[in-house]
Protein backbone atom coordinates (compact mmCIF):
# COMPACT_ATOMS: atom_id res chain seq x y z
CA UNK A 1 0.00 0.00 0.00
CA UNK A 2 1.36 3.09 -0.97
CA UNK A 3 1.64 6.06 1.76
CA UNK A 4 -0.99 8.23 -0.63
CA UNK A 5 -3.43 4.87 -0.60
CA UNK A 6 -2.71 5.11 3.61
CA UNK A 7 -3.44 8.64 3.97
CA UNK A 8 -6.19 8.03 2.23
CA UNK A 9 -7.72 5.56 3.90
CA UNK A 10 -6.78 7.00 7.30
CA UNK A 11 -8.50 10.40 6.33
CA UNK A 12 -12.07 8.47 4.74
CA UNK A 13 -11.64 6.64 8.44
CA UNK A 14 -12.69 9.65 10.36
CA UNK A 15 -15.85 10.65 8.29
CA UNK A 16 -17.69 8.43 10.81
CA UNK A 17 -16.82 11.16 13.07
CA UNK A 18 -19.49 13.81 12.00
CA UNK A 19 -22.92 13.83 10.20
CA UNK A 20 -21.40 16.86 8.42
CA UNK A 21 -18.36 15.18 6.73
CA UNK A 22 -20.29 12.09 5.95
CA UNK A 23 -22.85 14.32 4.06
CA UNK A 24 -20.31 16.52 2.26
CA UNK A 25 -18.50 13.59 1.29
CA UNK A 26 -21.02 11.16 0.37
CA UNK A 27 -22.74 14.34 -1.90
CA UNK A 28 -19.51 15.21 -3.42
CA UNK A 29 -19.17 11.90 -5.12
CA UNK A 30 -19.34 12.33 -9.02
CA UNK A 31 -22.80 11.63 -10.27
CA UNK A 32 -24.44 9.23 -11.79
CA UNK A 33 -24.97 9.70 -15.79
CA UNK A 34 -27.98 7.37 -15.59
CA UNK A 35 -28.09 7.01 -19.58
CA UNK A 36 -24.22 6.10 -19.69
CA UNK A 37 -25.16 3.30 -16.77
CA UNK A 38 -27.75 2.12 -18.64
CA UNK A 39 -26.18 1.95 -22.35
CA UNK A 40 -22.90 0.87 -20.94
CA UNK A 41 -25.31 -2.54 -19.10
CA UNK A 42 -27.15 -3.22 -22.05
CA UNK A 43 -23.76 -3.28 -24.23
CA UNK A 44 -22.27 -5.59 -21.64
CA UNK A 45 -25.29 -7.51 -21.52
CA UNK A 46 -24.80 -8.17 -25.34
CA UNK A 47 -21.31 -10.39 -25.75
CA UNK A 48 -21.39 -13.59 -26.29
CA UNK A 49 -19.14 -16.29 -25.57
CA UNK A 50 -17.87 -19.57 -26.59
CA UNK A 51 -18.50 -23.10 -25.65
CA UNK A 52 -15.53 -23.73 -23.45
CA UNK A 53 -15.58 -20.49 -21.86
CA UNK A 54 -19.42 -20.79 -21.23
CA UNK A 55 -18.61 -24.36 -19.71
CA UNK A 56 -16.01 -22.58 -17.16
CA UNK A 57 -18.63 -19.64 -16.36
CA UNK A 58 -21.15 -22.24 -15.31
CA UNK A 59 -19.01 -23.62 -13.33
CA UNK A 60 -17.60 -20.03 -11.39
CA UNK A 61 -21.38 -19.46 -11.28
CA UNK A 62 -22.71 -22.06 -9.42
CA UNK A 63 -19.68 -21.80 -7.00
CA UNK A 64 -20.53 -17.99 -6.42
CA UNK A 65 -24.70 -18.90 -5.66
CA UNK A 66 -26.02 -18.41 -1.98
CA UNK A 67 -28.45 -20.98 -2.15
CA UNK A 68 -31.16 -18.91 -0.47
CA UNK A 69 -34.39 -19.71 1.34
CA UNK A 70 -36.46 -16.93 3.25
CA UNK A 71 -39.65 -18.09 3.46
CA UNK A 72 -41.62 -18.04 6.92
CA UNK A 73 -42.37 -21.56 5.84
CA UNK A 74 -39.15 -22.68 6.16
CA UNK A 75 -38.42 -25.87 8.45
CA UNK A 76 -35.70 -27.73 9.38
CA UNK A 77 -36.33 -30.13 6.67
CA UNK A 78 -36.10 -27.93 4.17
CA UNK A 79 -33.50 -26.53 5.16
CA UNK A 80 -30.99 -29.58 5.88
CA UNK A 81 -32.20 -30.33 1.78
CA UNK A 82 -30.94 -27.37 0.51
CA UNK A 83 -27.75 -27.77 2.82
CA UNK A 84 -27.74 -31.51 1.11
CA UNK A 85 -27.78 -29.82 -2.35
CA UNK A 86 -25.30 -27.35 -1.94
CA UNK A 87 -22.64 -29.56 -0.90
CA UNK A 88 -23.88 -32.22 -3.78
CA UNK A 89 -25.46 -29.65 -7.28
CA UNK A 90 -25.49 -33.02 -9.21
CA UNK A 91 -25.56 -36.13 -7.20
CA UNK A 92 -25.07 -37.74 -10.47
CA UNK A 93 -22.07 -35.50 -11.35
CA UNK A 94 -19.18 -35.64 -8.26
CA UNK A 95 -17.17 -32.67 -10.72
CA UNK A 96 -20.28 -30.29 -10.28
CA UNK A 97 -18.65 -27.71 -7.95
CA UNK A 98 -20.39 -26.77 -4.47
CA UNK A 99 -22.15 -23.34 -4.54
CA UNK A 100 -20.73 -20.18 -2.09
CA UNK A 101 -22.85 -21.02 0.83
CA UNK A 102 -26.16 -20.92 2.36
CA UNK A 103 -29.04 -18.33 3.46
CA UNK A 104 -31.11 -18.37 5.73
CA UNK A 105 -33.08 -16.64 8.83
CA UNK A 106 -31.07 -17.07 12.30
CA UNK A 107 -33.46 -19.92 13.06
CA UNK A 108 -32.58 -22.30 10.94
CA UNK A 109 -28.77 -21.37 10.91
CA UNK A 110 -28.18 -24.55 13.36
CA UNK A 111 -29.59 -27.18 10.98
CA UNK A 112 -27.90 -25.71 8.26
CA UNK A 113 -24.77 -25.77 10.25
CA UNK A 114 -25.10 -29.75 11.26
CA UNK A 115 -24.92 -30.51 7.35
CA UNK A 116 -22.32 -27.94 6.12
CA UNK A 117 -19.54 -27.51 9.06
CA UNK A 118 -16.40 -28.22 8.25
CA UNK A 119 -17.50 -29.12 4.04
CA UNK A 120 -16.20 -25.49 2.35
CA UNK A 121 -19.13 -23.98 2.10
CA UNK A 122 -20.22 -20.62 3.98
CA UNK A 123 -23.18 -20.51 6.25
CA UNK A 124 -24.90 -16.85 5.65
CA UNK A 125 -27.94 -15.79 7.79
CA UNK A 126 -29.71 -12.55 7.32
CA UNK A 127 -30.09 -10.35 10.04
CA UNK A 128 -31.22 -7.14 11.28
CA UNK A 129 -34.52 -6.87 11.35
CA UNK A 130 -34.70 -8.34 7.89
CA UNK A 131 -36.26 -7.39 5.50
CA UNK A 132 -37.75 -3.84 6.52
CA UNK A 133 -34.80 -3.63 9.16
CA UNK A 134 -37.34 -1.36 11.10
CA UNK A 135 -36.39 -2.37 14.62
CA UNK A 136 -34.25 -0.72 17.72
CA UNK A 137 -30.48 -1.25 17.41
CA UNK A 138 -30.59 -3.19 20.17
CA UNK A 139 -32.53 -6.47 18.80
CA UNK A 140 -31.17 -5.92 15.54
CA UNK A 141 -27.57 -6.48 17.61
CA UNK A 142 -28.83 -9.56 19.20
CA UNK A 143 -30.43 -11.34 16.01
CA UNK A 144 -27.11 -10.82 14.86
CA UNK A 145 -25.35 -12.32 17.32
CA UNK A 146 -27.49 -15.34 17.94
CA UNK A 147 -27.08 -16.32 14.26
CA UNK A 148 -22.89 -15.95 14.66
CA UNK A 149 -23.33 -17.57 17.71
CA UNK A 150 -25.55 -20.80 15.84
CA UNK A 151 -23.30 -21.12 13.37
CA UNK A 152 -23.45 -18.44 10.83
CA UNK A 153 -20.18 -17.55 9.62
CA UNK A 154 -21.63 -14.77 6.93
CA UNK A 155 -24.26 -12.12 7.90
CA UNK A 156 -26.58 -10.50 5.46
CA UNK A 157 -27.89 -6.85 7.64
CA UNK A 158 -30.39 -4.69 5.76
CA UNK A 159 -29.64 -0.75 6.31
CA UNK A 160 -32.15 1.31 7.67
CA UNK A 161 -33.61 2.88 4.03
CA UNK A 162 -35.60 5.26 5.95
CA UNK A 163 -32.80 7.07 7.33
CA UNK A 164 -30.71 6.89 4.34
CA UNK A 165 -33.71 8.60 2.43
CA UNK A 166 -33.86 11.02 5.21
CA UNK A 167 -29.89 11.79 4.97
CA UNK A 168 -29.36 10.32 8.50
CA UNK A 169 -26.03 8.59 7.04
CA UNK A 170 -24.26 9.16 10.38
CA UNK A 171 -26.97 6.83 12.10
CA UNK A 172 -26.60 4.30 8.99
CA UNK A 173 -22.84 4.61 9.44
CA UNK A 174 -23.29 4.12 13.45
CA UNK A 175 -25.52 0.73 12.85
CA UNK A 176 -23.10 -0.97 10.09
CA UNK A 177 -20.61 -0.03 12.35
CA UNK A 178 -22.01 -1.84 15.32
CA UNK A 179 -23.04 -5.08 13.48
CA UNK A 180 -19.57 -5.57 12.26
CA UNK A 181 -18.46 -5.53 15.34
CA UNK A 182 -21.37 -7.88 16.80
CA UNK A 183 -20.80 -10.31 13.77
CA UNK A 184 -17.27 -11.30 14.98
CA UNK A 185 -15.30 -12.87 12.38
CA UNK A 186 -17.92 -13.61 10.01
CA UNK A 187 -17.89 -11.62 6.99
CA UNK A 188 -20.93 -8.85 6.75
CA UNK A 189 -22.86 -8.00 3.52
CA UNK A 190 -24.75 -4.92 3.35
CA UNK A 191 -28.19 -5.07 1.74
CA UNK A 192 -28.42 -1.60 0.26
CA UNK A 193 -32.48 -2.75 -1.06
CA UNK A 194 -31.45 -0.46 -4.24
CA UNK A 195 -35.23 -1.02 -5.50
CA UNK A 196 -36.16 1.72 -2.78
CA UNK A 197 -33.10 3.74 -3.02
CA UNK A 198 -34.99 5.94 -6.71
CA UNK A 199 -31.40 6.84 -8.01
CA UNK A 200 -28.45 5.61 -9.47
CA UNK A 201 -26.80 8.34 -7.13
CA UNK A 202 -28.39 7.08 -4.36
CA UNK A 203 -26.84 3.96 -4.81
CA UNK A 204 -23.72 4.80 -5.01
CA UNK A 205 -23.85 7.08 -1.89
CA UNK A 206 -25.27 3.92 -0.17
CA UNK A 207 -22.39 1.77 -1.42
CA UNK A 208 -19.51 4.24 -0.56
CA UNK A 209 -21.30 4.30 3.00
CA UNK A 210 -21.28 0.68 3.74
CA UNK A 211 -17.57 0.48 2.11
CA UNK A 212 -16.73 3.24 4.82
CA UNK A 213 -18.37 1.68 7.67
CA UNK A 214 -16.39 -1.74 7.20
CA UNK A 215 -18.85 -3.85 5.40
CA UNK A 216 -17.18 -7.19 3.32
CA UNK A 217 -19.87 -7.00 0.57
CA UNK A 218 -22.44 -4.98 -0.26
CA UNK A 219 -25.47 -6.70 -1.51
CA UNK A 220 -28.27 -4.89 -3.72
CA UNK A 221 -31.53 -6.24 -2.46
CA UNK A 222 -33.72 -8.54 0.08
CA UNK A 223 -35.48 -9.87 -2.60
CA UNK A 224 -38.75 -8.50 -1.42
CA UNK A 225 -39.51 -5.75 -2.91
CA UNK A 226 -40.84 -5.66 -6.24
CA UNK A 227 -37.20 -4.31 -7.91
CA UNK A 228 -34.88 -6.20 -6.80
CA UNK A 229 -31.26 -6.75 -8.43
CA UNK A 230 -30.81 -5.15 -12.27
CA UNK A 231 -27.17 -4.85 -14.52
CA UNK A 232 -27.77 -0.96 -14.18
CA UNK A 233 -27.75 -1.15 -10.84
CA UNK A 234 -24.74 -3.92 -10.05
CA UNK A 235 -22.52 -1.72 -12.32
CA UNK A 236 -22.67 1.07 -10.26
CA UNK A 237 -22.01 -0.95 -7.10
CA UNK A 238 -18.52 -2.17 -9.02
CA UNK A 239 -17.81 1.12 -9.85
CA UNK A 240 -18.46 1.99 -6.32
CA UNK A 241 -15.88 -1.33 -4.63
CA UNK A 242 -13.15 -0.36 -8.00
CA UNK A 243 -12.72 3.10 -7.03
CA UNK A 244 -13.43 2.28 -2.84
CA UNK A 245 -9.95 0.23 -3.29
CA UNK A 246 -8.04 2.67 -5.68
CA UNK A 247 -8.42 5.09 -2.86
CA UNK A 248 -7.93 2.75 0.28
CA UNK A 249 -6.20 -0.60 -1.18
CA UNK A 250 -9.35 -2.19 0.30
CA UNK A 251 -11.24 -4.94 -1.48
CA UNK A 252 -15.05 -5.25 -1.22
CA UNK A 253 -17.38 -7.55 -2.61
CA UNK A 254 -20.54 -7.66 -4.66
CA UNK A 255 -23.77 -9.79 -4.20
CA UNK A 256 -26.51 -8.86 -6.62
CA UNK A 257 -29.44 -10.49 -5.09
CA UNK A 258 -33.17 -11.00 -6.21
CA UNK A 259 -34.43 -11.87 -9.83
CA UNK A 260 -31.52 -13.25 -11.55
CA UNK A 261 -32.90 -16.91 -12.41
CA UNK A 262 -30.83 -18.23 -15.58
CA UNK A 263 -27.60 -18.85 -16.78
CA UNK A 264 -28.14 -16.30 -19.52
CA UNK A 265 -28.32 -13.37 -16.39
CA UNK A 266 -25.68 -15.31 -14.95
CA UNK A 267 -23.15 -15.12 -17.31
CA UNK A 268 -24.41 -10.73 -18.32
CA UNK A 269 -23.40 -10.35 -14.88
CA UNK A 270 -20.12 -12.33 -14.74
CA UNK A 271 -18.56 -10.10 -18.09
CA UNK A 272 -19.70 -7.10 -16.27
CA UNK A 273 -17.64 -7.77 -13.12
CA UNK A 274 -14.96 -8.91 -15.63
CA UNK A 275 -15.49 -5.90 -17.73
CA UNK A 276 -15.59 -3.01 -14.70
CA UNK A 277 -13.24 -4.17 -11.82
CA UNK A 278 -11.07 -7.47 -13.35
CA UNK A 279 -10.24 -10.47 -12.65
CA UNK A 280 -9.65 -10.12 -9.17
CA UNK A 281 -13.71 -9.88 -8.42
CA UNK A 282 -13.82 -12.92 -10.38
CA UNK A 283 -14.36 -15.51 -7.33
CA UNK A 284 -16.45 -16.49 -5.12
CA UNK A 285 -14.77 -14.60 -2.00
CA UNK A 286 -15.77 -11.32 -3.95
CA UNK A 287 -18.71 -11.83 -6.05
CA UNK A 288 -21.95 -14.03 -5.48
CA UNK A 289 -25.05 -14.38 -6.96
CA UNK A 290 -28.48 -14.45 -4.01
CA UNK A 291 -30.30 -16.69 -5.90
CA UNK A 292 -32.59 -19.77 -5.03
CA UNK A 293 -33.79 -20.82 -8.85
CA UNK A 294 -30.59 -19.89 -10.55
CA UNK A 295 -29.01 -22.98 -9.68
CA UNK A 296 -31.58 -25.11 -11.26
CA UNK A 297 -30.90 -23.42 -14.56
CA UNK A 298 -27.05 -23.09 -14.14
CA UNK A 299 -27.33 -27.20 -13.70
CA UNK A 300 -29.35 -28.19 -16.83
CA UNK A 301 -26.88 -25.91 -18.67
CA UNK A 302 -23.69 -27.90 -17.83
CA UNK A 303 -25.60 -31.17 -18.31
CA UNK A 304 -26.87 -30.14 -21.68
CA UNK A 305 -22.96 -28.95 -22.57
CA UNK A 306 -21.43 -31.89 -21.06
CA UNK A 307 -24.23 -34.84 -22.21
CA UNK A 308 -25.67 -32.72 -25.40
CA UNK A 309 -29.14 -32.98 -24.18
CA UNK A 310 -31.27 -31.20 -21.59
CA UNK A 311 -32.12 -32.80 -18.64
CA UNK A 312 -35.89 -32.20 -17.87
CA UNK A 313 -37.17 -29.32 -15.46
CA UNK A 314 -37.86 -32.14 -12.39
CA UNK A 315 -34.17 -33.64 -13.01
CA UNK A 316 -33.25 -31.35 -10.18
CA UNK A 317 -35.12 -30.68 -6.80
CA UNK A 318 -36.94 -27.45 -6.62
CA UNK A 319 -36.03 -24.93 -4.22
Known amino acids: ?31 VDQVGAEQRAAQLGTR ?81 AFPSGQAPLEIKLADTRAAVAAGADEIDMVI ?30 VILETGELAT ?27 VAATLPVTLVMLEAVRDFREATGRQVGVKPAGGIKTTKDAVKYLVMVNETVGADWLDPDWFRFGASSLLNDLLMQRTKLTTGTYSGPDYFTLD
Not at 163 to 187: C, M, N, P, Q, W
Not at 202 to 212: D, E, F, G, K, T
Request: hydrophobic content about 40%; overall charge positive; proline content about 5%.
Open 200 to 226: YDNVRRASWLAMLAGGDFIKTSTGKVP
Open 48 to 128: SIKTTAKAQAIDLAIRMVDLTTLEGADTPGKVRALAAKALRPDPADPSCPHVGAVCVYPAMVPYVAEVLRGNGVHLASVAT
Open 160 to 189: NRGAFLAGRYKEVYDEIVATKEASGDAHLK
Open 1 to 31: MTATTTSARSELSELGRSETALRTFLHGLPG
